[in-house]
């Protein structure tokens, strides 16, 4: 870890001062950060409060990075325990408003006008405050209410200031902690920042609104805001303005309205990822409005998930392979989505741990399969062969357990697993249309074609370059270094063999000519040249024997 940059930010040592007043200062001992000088300068706060409530605090306390990483952690009820999450869903909406004299300097150089010549009434108190921006509501010169979004004063330096701190920590947290080690961390730094990048642009936002109002067609049951386009910018988000009550205090709504807007909204969130492959990817309640008479207004577009057509049919077939218990066919369709395999990966455990899994839901009724627990096990599963699912897919798990304890928020009844049915027998279904079959065939002769067009210059360019001499073969051989020992070993008993034989028949040419001295009557260098090939002989044939 670069301890030497982290010294030079004062910001750092407010992370500290922070988590040393909420009761963290074992974090910062343990891992032995630095600046732990000025830990003992700081008093923990006995509030009495439990860990999930400190640790939601300190979020809050530590600006709008740890509260979107906050938000972010609310998504995840796969991998953390339900107190948390609750006290992480808190961070939506319950966050501190910057002052109206700092938004108003924003709007005025965002749209390089006054206030009072764009709208003729602008609130000073703002209608929600979130992480990044503010909201508030204001009406034209014609008369008409619309909701303008302001992005926080500062925002981006803040966001580079903590974002850098948390890439540097991030591998430290890896190599000394477990959790972080297990839920990859950087990896959840990186796709918060590259999220943010996209969030803090309100551009990308008012484009996703329009992509979504063209998706929406003529389904008169969901909502999305009108924008004027002449009053948004990259900091500014001008729309009109929903009059609606928000799901999360939905006290006033009736109980047969609530499990009709329970069961469209989720079918609304459903038919964006598996119809369109294009939806929100925060769908908790403080981003649904109730507008009378039963339809439902979707806010907050500055993150969206993308699932391509192929993810989709992969899903479709996972999910038909799964309720056939075809066990094999599901683990083939997971590793062609997930990101990358492991060398050592062991498919023989893999496909037990899936039959596993799919035998103990295969008898549970769709209307008690428990989602997260669910997504959960999956994710268990991926976690013990070291799999990881891509980006887009994980978002889209989020999507849907935040829809469904949206959902499930206002109809505790509610069956996902029949929503979910109809729209992965049509993705199924759509497999054999003519239209569907037709589009692959001319993906293939696409593809055909390009091969065709490029393979005569591909093999003029490899004859030229062997030609040349530019191209080398490189050979490696494995596991051969027993067979190289065996011949080695056969060349010098081979070797030892023609030796002994030579010795043999000169010793036999010796004693035909009665060379002296004489030893018991024979030439004694060719009686000396018996007993050498004798030795040598009897020493080999051990050596042959043993080795065997």
Sequence with gaps: MDVGALRKLNRFREILSVLVKNGFEDIAHRLKFPGRDFIGKVRPEDSGINGCHRLRKTFEELGPIFVKLGQLLSLRPDLFPQEFITEFRKLQDQVVPVPFEEIKQVVESELGKTIESLFSRFDQEPVAAGSLAQVYAATLHDGEMVAVKV???AIE??????????????????????LARAYNLSQVVKELKRGLKKEIDFRCEAHHMRVATRNSGEDSFVHIPALHD???????????LIRGEKLSACENITLNNRKKIAQQGLRIILAQILGDGFFHADPHPGNFLYMHPNRICLLDWGVVG???KKNRNNLAEFVE??????SERVVNLLLAIIDHQPENLNKRLLHRDILELITNYHNTPL???DTRQLFKDINHILCSHQLQIPSDLTMMFKAIIAAEGTARGLDPELNIAEQVQPFIHKILVERYQPKE?????????????ILHRDLPLRVHQLIENLGKGEISIQLQHENLHEFQNTLQHTANQLS????????IIGSSMIITTGVKPLLFGYPAIGIVGYLISAVLGIGLLFNIVDRR
Aim: net charge negative.
């Design 151 to 153: 992005r926080r004063p």
């Design 157 to 178: 330096k803040c966001l580079k200031t903590d974002l850098h701190i948390l890439e540097t920590i991030a591998p430290f947290l890896e190599d000394h902690l477990d």
């Design 230 to 240: 002449q009053l948004c910018t990259e900091g500014i988000l001008t729309m009109e």
């Design 306 to 308: 993308l699932l391509t």
């Design 321 to 326: 392979a799964a309720a056939f218990q075809d």
């Design 367 to 369: 209307g008690q399969v």
């Design 437 to 449: 079959l037709w589009r692959k065939l001319q993906n293939i002769l696409s593809q055909l074609s």
């Design 496 to 503: 030892f063999s023609i030796i002994i034989s030579a010795l």
